[in-house]
């Protein structure tokens, strides 16, 4: 690469030549969106993983110990839901911030092979403990190793991010004193109050309106309405601890990160939404029917990290003349009608599974209503047409235009 390129050359000269196949802002839109159920359930599952090893490890009363195996029931499913939901997110990373993801994928190459294990690996040893261990309290370090691998994979994740928004240093990483460096062992960039904010507050905060939702969610089968207060004010009291501090992580990160790239005033958005989460909390004291409402105002919340969190990124690559307004594209029909309808028939698959869920849990006779059921009819046939048209496509492609 020619050295008197300038970062700005380069990164453009990096892009897809193909271009984006729709208009990249709506990819952008999409991005922060997608991003806020993903961390959501990432970060769910941390807290979950936490608190199950919390109560196992004190082996304390046994409202605690319950509340634990349903802890360790939710970390797995959780972390799956923070899986599938992590594609869309990546995909819209991959298709206007390719020049990003690809150079650090490359400059921290063996971390980011070693991440699909270290999930795997997590993912593994938390469904084992659940259906092994937690029933008996047995174990337990396999719950323990799990919550460490499923926290590493979140350093992975956060370093990569750290050397994507950076391309300044890339050729000094990459080729540090002239010597070219392949190995991609080495973490370049990292901030740690972000990674505090990101990770073990926010997994905090997840944990603690899920209690609450929880709390609501099973009252509606007839459990005990005094356990289902105690997990409701339970959840309560630990946003009420973690709130402040995510107020001071989000300040902290604000002011190491913003000032690098021009934009110091995210310290306000993000203080202000702990001292916010603070004082909704506060006001929720013996308001134990307030689950999904919780659920609702942090999501709202997550959704201002995401806009933050893409507006430091935009900032950072605005130093070099780059953006995603600039982003060259050609629409292709094609491509976004198979989205769209992809979207449809998985939004209505997924929709038809958690009303399942939610239906036969909440009910003691496990019973779902007719509704559910015509919807399940009408999803699983568009499942099934959809299949049959990859297949026919497929057997075109494989017979007429070889």
Known sequence: MDSSMTVGEMLKMMRDPLGAPFFPPVFQVLLVVTWVLHIFFVTLALGTSAFSIYAFWRRPDERVLQLGRLAARLT??????????????????????????????????????????????????????????????????????????????????????????????????????????????IFHAYNIPRLVFLLPLQAGLS??????????????????????????ELGRKLAVVVSP????????????????????????????????????????????????LSVLIWLLGLLVVAVVREALRAASLARFGYTIANYPYHLDWGSVIVFAVTTVVGVAIITYLALVIYQSQASRDGQVSLRVERLGRIATGMLGAWFGFFLLVGLYTLLVLR
Do not use: C
């Open 207 to 232: 944990l603690a309106v899920v209690l609450q939702f929880s709390a609501w969610y099973l009252r509606q089968r007839g459990d005990a309405p005094a356990f289902l207060n105690w997990v409701a």
């Open 245 to 292: 501090l995510y107020a001071l992580a989000g300040l902290v990160w604000a002011l190491t990160e913003g000032p690098e790239f021009g934009v110091a005033w995210v310290a306000a958005p993000l203080t202000a939404l702990g001292i916010a989460l603070l004082g909704y909390f506060i006001w929720l004291r013996n308001q134990p029917q307030r689950g999904p």
């Open 76 to 185: 797995p499913n959780a972390l799956g839901l923070g899986i599938v939901t992590g594609i869309a997110p990546l995909l819209f990373v991959q298709t206007i911030y390719d020049p990003l993801w690809y150079a650090s994928n490359a400059l921290t190459g063996f971390w980011s092979v070693a991440f699909i294990f270290v999930v795997a690996g997590g993912y593994s040893l938390a469904y084992f403990f659940y259906l092994k261990g937690s029933q008996d309290r047995r174990l337990l370090f396999t719950a323990v190793a799990s919550f460490m691998l499923l926290f590493f994979a979140g350093w992975i994740m956060h370093v990569l991010h750290g050397v994507s928004i950076r391309p300044e240093h890339w050729r000094e990483w990459y080729a540090p004193g002239g010597v070219i460096d392949t190995r991609g062992v």
